[in-house]
């Protein structure tokens, strides 16, 4: 009886092993296939951003697309409007020429992009931080100037103002005076309560003591950097 359950527990164990075995081998055959699909994407994500990502001339060639493809978006709409009765419809003309002005208005930044060298659409810093801003701000400028109200009026020319300086800033290309510029709109933005000025204006300060540059130079980082801060 001993020698019964000794030789049932030795073949147990070969059995054992062997399925240690198949185990193992199973592991490694999976593992060498999911490292060299692994391989294979890095490999294919490198090529797509050696013919694209860091293409200067193909970049610009999009930008180009993306204005052409503006202007004709413009004049379809301006056609549309001509079709419609303002008196009649006012809302829908109203409408169309919201979309007129906005498409217009991403127009006037991809040009202004192309023209300065920065890569709008393939970038992350705040250059293009600053271009998005001035067509975020005509926006609301468009929605001050249909109210009544002197406070209307003197907060539109307030952003006119900041406006004109965000412009002017994509031509100095100076991080510093961006962040300069961000506090001043902080510190002016009537819904903002002081706490919140005040956490804003640190945020903006530790963001140029992390990234001196503001992205230009490595715009993946700005991007981490602006998430986590």
């Known amino acids: 009886m001993t020698k019964i359950r000794a030789l049932y527990i030795n ?11 198949l185990v193992m081998a199973a592991i490694m055959i999976f593992g060498t296939i999911g490292f060299g699909a692994l391989m294979k994407l890095q490999e294919n994500l490198m090529e797509q951003d050696y013919y694209h990502g860091d293409d200067q001339e193909w970049m610009q060639e999009e930008m180009k697309r993306t204005i052409n493809d503006l202007e004709d978006e413009i004049e379809n709409l ?44 393939f970038s992350d810093n705040y250059l293009t931080d600053t271009l998005y801003k001035t067509t ?54 009537p819904f903002m309560s002081d706490s919140d000025k005040k956490i804003e204006s640190e945020r903006l300060d530790l963001w140029y003591k992390i990234d001196p540059t503001g992205g230009v130079e490595n715009s993946n980082n700005s991007y981490v950097i602006q998430e986590t801060l």
Not at 150 to 155: G, L, Q, R, T
């Open 136 to 189: 975020a701000i005509k926006e609301q400028i468009r929605q001050l100037e249909r109210q009544d109200g002197d406070e209307s009026k003197a907060e539109a020319t307030r952003l006119q103002d900041l406006l004109e300086k965000y412009q002017q800033l994509i031509v100095d290309k100076n991080f510093s005076t961006f962040i300069e510029l961000e506090k001043e709109a902080a510190a002016a933005d």
């Open 78 to 121: 301006q056609a549309r409007l001509e079709d419609i009765d303002k008196e009649a419809d006012p809302a829908a003309y109203e409408e169309t020429l919201e979309m007129i002005a906005s498409n217009q208005d991403h127009l006037e930044i991809n040009e202004m992009a192309l023209d300065q060298g920065i890569m709008l659409m």
């Open 11 to 21: 073949e147990m164990i070969k059995i054992s092993k062997k399925i240690s075995i």
